[in-house]
Nanobody, 123 residues
Framework: QVQLVESGGGLVQAGGSLRLSCAASTRSFSMYTMGWFRQAPGKERDFVAAVAWSAGNTWYADSVKGRFTVSRDNAKNTVYLQMNNLKPEDTAAYSC????????????????WGQGTQVTVSS
């Protein structure tokens, strides 16, 4: 069974950067499309970004385009989310997730989830 563990969250000032990592415990990591989602207090969980198994295809929510970059290293079974020019509205619990679908922005289609890591952006 695949397990995902996120790291890299923290407190940062607006305009700053953070890099989140998500390590997967599976030899078939390269067969999964990996996604990042976030959930702010009192709000629904939203899609942030995803990267296909080949890393040649990436997708982003409009709210993070140009600021966030998703990438993966299949040799290390790890997916990353580089977050630049952070804004207070980026404050949320960020979770990585895995799906066998090539493309999905729906959390319902991701069947493996990490525990999440908190990102807090101060103004």
């Amino acid at each position: 069974q695949v397990q995902l563990v996120e790291s890299g969250g923290g407190l940062v000032q607006a305009g700053g950067s953070l890099r989140l990592s998500c390590a997967a415990s599976t030899r078939s990591f390269s067969m999964y499309t990996m996604g990042w989602f976030r959930q702010a207090p009192g709000k629904e969980r939203d899609f942030v970004a995803a990267v296909a198994w080949s890393a040649g295809n990436t997708w982003y929510a409009d709210s993070v385009k140009g600021r966030f970059t998703v990438s993966r290293d299949n040799a290390k079974n790890t997916v990353y989310l580089q977050m630049n020019n952070l804004k207070p509205e980026d404050t949320a619990a960020y979770s990585c997730a895995a799906t066998r679908r090539f493309y999905s922005v729906s959390e319902r289609e991701y069947n493996v989830w990490g525990q999440g890591t908190q990102v807090t952006v101060s103004s």
